[in-house]
């Protein structure tokens, strides 16, 4: 590391990628995956020593903006830490595409990635939900089977990605990142298969709601920035039914819909017209994640 080293914490560094960073800072950088809220006042530092950086560095912790990140012990979690970068989720960006070999996992901190399967007519069903609370790629890294469904962005945001090959053989040697991967892969598997049964039996206002609350949970926002047209694609719905259903929500003071935003207003309203498929989801992650509080509540606390 070079006495000239800049040191970017927090902020929008993970909103942009390294090479844009240093170029922006003219120096190297640390790039470190903090919490936006705990360094607020941080900037970037240049021109200051190496031991300033370290201790600096050191002073950051181990805190990750992603949750299952953080369920690591924390040598494990530095370990990851060190080959991970970060990199923007642009909205509707599809991240891998069904049968694509599937070389790097993301690990959101914010948004929330889709995952869909394409049928030949070209519609666009959504399956499972992920974010903060999840991972892309844990089959990959525990299998090395290509993919079987599109990974589309539905709520812009950033993820830290990490080379799959790297994941793979840090997972064979570190028992709680091999536990980690197959504990996720359970509880996305679960969804999957809570998410099938909802679309075949629940109604669309219950189905709604389902979706708006594991969106907030993955988003760590109860403002997200989503449209009732990219809704209704992927709940396999016409545009005019969730109209329908958004504009008698938003007449209860439930939610609000904005231009490329809908804003939840009422998340325990939001609970009571879920079908049970929204709490049997949130329940499977919050155990996986090794909190007690289940559902959006916990999801928008920590
Ligand atoms: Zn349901």
């Known amino acids: 590391m070079r006495s000239d080293a800049g040191l970017l ?13 240093e170029e922006r800072c003219g120096a190297m950088l640390v790039v470190a995956p903090i919490s936006t809220r705990a360094v607020a006042d ?16 050191l002073s950051i912790g181990t805190h990750s903006e992603n949750r299952l990140l953080s369920t690591l012990p924390p040598a494990d979690f530095e370990l990851l830490r060190r080959h991970m970068r970060a990199t923007p989720l642009a909205s509707q960006a599809i991240i891998w595409d069904s049968g694509d070999s599937i070389t ?11 995952l869909v399967m394409v049928l030949s ?6 399956t499972a939900i992920v974010g903060r609370e999840g991972m892309l790629g844990g089959f990959a890294a525990l299998s090395s089977h290509p993919a079987s469904y599109r990974a589309i962005v539905q709520i812009e945001g950033a993820a830290w990605v990490i080379d799959m090959e790297l994941l793979r053989e840090l997972a064979q040697t570190h028992e709680s990142l091999k536990a980690m991967l197959f504990g996720h892969e ?9 998410v099938a049964a ?8 219950a189905r709604l709601c389902r979706w708006l609350l594991r969106a907030c949970d993955a988003c760590g926002a109860t403002t997200l920035s989503t449209t009732q047209e990219a809704i209704a694609e992927i709940l396999g719905v016409r545009r005019t039914s969730i109209s329908l259903v958004a504009h ?14 809908i804003e939840i207003l009422n998340v325990a309203g939001l ?3 879920a079908c049970e498929c929204y709490d049997k989801t949130a329940t499977n992650y919050e155990r996986m994640l090794g909190t007690a509080t289940a559902g959006t509540e916990a999801a928008l606390v920590d």
């Open 248 to 261: 008698t929500m938003q007449a209860a003071g439930m939610i609000r819909t904005r231009r490329g935003q």
């Open 104 to 114: 790097k996992a993301y690990f959101p901190h914010r948004g929330a990635v889709s």
């Open 186 to 194: 359970r509880a996305l598997m679960a969804q999957t298969q809570q």
């Open 9 to 21: 914490i927090g902020m929008d560094c993970s909103r942009l990628d390294e090479s844009l960073l």
């Open 198 to 205: 909802c679309n075949a039996s629940h109604a669309l206002e």
């Open 271 to 273: 609970r009571d017209h």
């Open 42 to 57: 941080l900037r970037i530092f240049q021109g200051v020593g190496i031991e300033a950086v370290e201790l600096i560095v």
């Open 121 to 126: 007519g070209g519609q666009m069903i959504e």
